[in-house]
């Protein structure tokens, strides 16, 4: 078969299987009971979008083992029965794209529906939202295609005379063309005046992916950046505010009834918001006093689950207090190893993408080495720090949703997460994928050279007239680094202390 990899297909098909069956394990036990033997269609667009995401990290690899196949070719066009990479990644990002700006939200806003309502009008009121959404995302689409939808290719413009083909080679730093006289045939002697801009335009589909990453590169630099250093420091000092020991009857009865007091107060203002929104008074305030609600609600699970773990109950109470302790042991393990992997990440973008010329090529030097020892290693090596850019990402939303007002919360947790909570975070995810392998195929450019995701992110994202300056200067590693480092010291200076219980809570008026 040629340059064919069908052993690479085989695998190929594989993963996608055991991605899908990983997706549904994640869906059937994560899901909260209320969703059980219902809610279809969101399920359906959670396995989906999940599906894509994880598929579209593999790629990656697949990519660069792709690009093995082709290693005895003279030159890229030569070989021509490997995988259409470039295709795959275009397809793959256009469904990722429909996924996040029309299905998913319309399978929100069918969700969050009025339950009063007929499916059909829930289903109306949804199409309403996104074919609104669609219009004014197509004309923005358009006119920005129309307008500055090329790219700028900075290229040297050399040449050289012709001669007979000689009976031996004489070339030297004076002289690196054939024939006599100055000729700017050498790029490393050319005078910058051969320097000449090559402009064309790029694909419709091309384009549509930039603006994605784009988008997903804003929201990547943003939670990636205080997800990097508070995924790691948060198992830390979780460990470090662990309960040393049990507390006795009487202290559970006290702090049980200050949370049941808590837990009546918010019943009644969330009755008292129902009723708002019922009568149609869902103004700032009222988002505002949602947004209150819900946090204090997440804290006070919190609060329960700290309470549960400091007064363990039943025939089994030393067992419990037992897993407790190593709970806390394992995430200190994982916070440790963490830590690892989020340093030498903020050491590879700034050793091999802000210094220029890189100092290193650090990590991609290990995945080659990688490789080397076992054909795989390099690459399981290189998908888990890409994977570890995602995790990351959740982590710096999950922050950042708990302490500023704009964000919304939306936790995910064993066996209680409704659909809104699994599309929200779905969404974020396929959204920061993009993003990630850019951002991947960038910052391992050196591991991931000659693939089809470095042409379609490397050069023509990276040349896209309008969107280059932000790649040229850097802006979003910039702004990764400054965030990791500002959330590395705010948990320096507050990570340590422990959460104490609110007092009473009160809707703003």
């Given at each position: ?5 069908l052993?690479?297909?085989?695998v ?22 209320d969703?059980?033997?219902?809610a ?19 790629m ?22 490997t995988?259409p ?10 469904i ?45 689409l358009g006119?920005?295609?129309?307008l ?8 040297m ?40 801009t ?10 549509v ?5 784009i988008?997903?590169s ?16 948060g198992?830390?000092?979780?460990f470090?505010r ?5 507390i ?10 200050e ?13 008292a918001?129902h009723q ?6 869902k ?20 609060d329960?689950?700290?309470l549960?773990?400091?007064y ?8 419990a207090?037992?897993?407790t302790?190593l709970?806390?042991?394992a ?7 963490g830590?690892?992997v ?30 080397d020892?076992?054909?795989?290693l ?17 982590a ?19 066996g ?15 959204l920061?994928s993009?993003?990630v392998?850019?951002f ?16 379609i992110?490397?050069h023509?994202?990276?040349s ?11 802006v ?19 990570g340590?202390r ?12």
């Amino acid at each position: 078969m040629g340059d064919f990899n069908l052993a690479l297909i085989i695998v190929a098909i594989v993963v996608c299987i055991i991605v899908f069956i990983f997706n549904v394990y994640l869906l059937v036990n994560y899901q909260h009971p209320d969703d059980k033997n219902q809610a279809y269609f969101p399920k359906f667009v959670v396995v989906l979008g999940l599906s894509v995401a994880l598929i579209s990290i593999l790629m990656l690899p697949a990519d660069v083992a792709n690009r093995q196949a082709c290693r005895n070719a003279i030159y890229n066009g030569a070989c021509n029965l490997t995988l259409p990479m470039k295709d795959l990644w275009i397809a793959v990002y256009i469904i990722d794209a429909v996924l996040v700006f029309f299905v998913i939200p319309f399978a929100m806003f069918y969700y969050e529906g009025d339950q009063d309502k007929s499916i059909g009008q829930r289903i109306k009121s949804a199409l309403l939202w996104v074919i609104t959404t669609a219009i004014v995302c197509g004309l923005v689409l358009g006119i920005l295609y129309g307008l500055v939808g090329k790219v700028d290719f900075t290229v040297m413009h050399l040449s050289s005379t012709t001669t007979n083909f000689p009976s031996s080679w004489d070339f030297s730093s004076s002289q690196p063309c054939i024939g006599s006289g100055a000729h700017q045939c050498s790029a490393y002697l050319a005078s910058p005046s051969s320097e000449k801009t090559w402009t064309m335009r790029t694909t419709f589909p091309e384009y549509v992916v930039a603006l994605a990453t784009i988008v997903g590169s804003v929201l990547f630099a943003i939670f990636g950046g205080v997800g990097i250093a508070c995924l790691p420091l948060g198992l830390i000092f979780s460990f470090i505010r662990r309960p040393k020991a049990v507390i006795t009857r009487s202290q559970y009865i006290k702090e049980a009834t200050e949370l049941g007091k808590k837990a009546k107060e918010l019943k009644k203002a969330a009755d008292a918001l129902h009723q708002e929104e019922r009568s149609g008074s869902k103004g700032r305030k009222w988002r505002k006093n949602v947004k209150a609600v819900e946090k204090e609600l997440l804290q006070l699970e919190e609060d329960v689950k700290l309470l549960e773990e400091m007064y363990p109950q039943g025939e089994k109470a030393e067992t419990a207090w037992a897993l407790t302790v190593l709970g806390y042991l394992a995430k200190l393990v994982l916070g440790i190893l963490g830590l690892i992997v989020s340093v030498a990440w903020v050491a590879h973008i700034v050793i091999y993408l802000l210094i220029d010329p890189p100092l290193s090529p650090f990590l991609n030097e290990v995945f080659i080495k990688l490789d080397d020892i076992w054909g795989l290693l390099g690459t399981v090596a290189f998908a888990f720090f890409c994977f570890y850019l995602l995790l990351a990402v959740i982590a710096g939303a999950m922050m950042l949703g708990l302490r500023l007002v704009f964000i919304t919360i939306h936790p995910m947790k064993w066996g209680a997460t409704l659909m809104n909570s699994f599309l929200f975070n779905v969404a974020l995810i396929l959204l920061c994928s993009i993003s990630v392998i850019q951002f991947c195929a960038t910052a391992f450019g050196y591991y991931a050279q000659a693939t089809a995701a470095q042409e379609i992110f490397g050069h023509t994202l990276q040349s896209l007239r309008g969107i280059k300056y932000l790649y040229k200067y850097n802006v979003f590693q910039i702004a990764f680094i400054v965030l990791a480092a500002l959330t590395f010291v705010y948990y320096a200076a507050f990570g340590w202390r422990r959460k104490r219980p609110s007092g009473r809570f009160q809707l703003s008026s």
